[in-house]
């Protein structure tokens, strides 16, 4: 599911509401895949495994989500979307996923292992 993420130097950091489905499923397993990947051709994507940690904060909303309301939306609309969300709950749930895994695709010198197979022949 698309999601905001915010980049520490060592962790990816989600914020969501308490009673999103995602919560629930990552405290039954919190093994987790991650793609992140471009719009615009050459695509570039990265891949991410790693372990997922959920932690319910008493804050409203948690700093990594409202630093990635500003990167995404710039400062005017992303100060605008994090007062609404500080007006729905007093809780956020901040998700940390350690990086155990990571893989770079570039569709320029680098390619899924299927693709790279049959260029090589």
């Not at 969501?16 to 051709?41: E, G, M, Q, Y």
Request: charged share 20%; with cysteine; net charge negative.
């Amino acid at each position: 599911m698309p999601i905001w993420f915010h980049w520490n130097g060592s962790e990816l950091v989600f914020g969501t509401p308490p009673k999103a489905p995602k919560v629930k499923a990552l405290d039954a397993n919190s093994h987790v895949a991650i793609s992140i990947d471009s719009r615009d051709w050459p695509y570039k994507v990265l891949l991410i495994r790693g372990t997922a940690t959920v932690e319910v904060v008493d804050e409203g909303v948690i700093p990594e989500y409202e630093a990635s309301a500003l990167r995404y939306f710039g400062e005017e609309a992303g100060a605008g979307w994090v007062a609404q969300a500080r007006s729905m709950s007093d809780q956020m749930v901040r998700v940390t996923v350690t990086p155990t895994w990571v893989c770079i695709l570039d569709f320029e010198s680098r390619f899924p292992s299927a693709i790279a197979d049959q260029m090589s022949g």
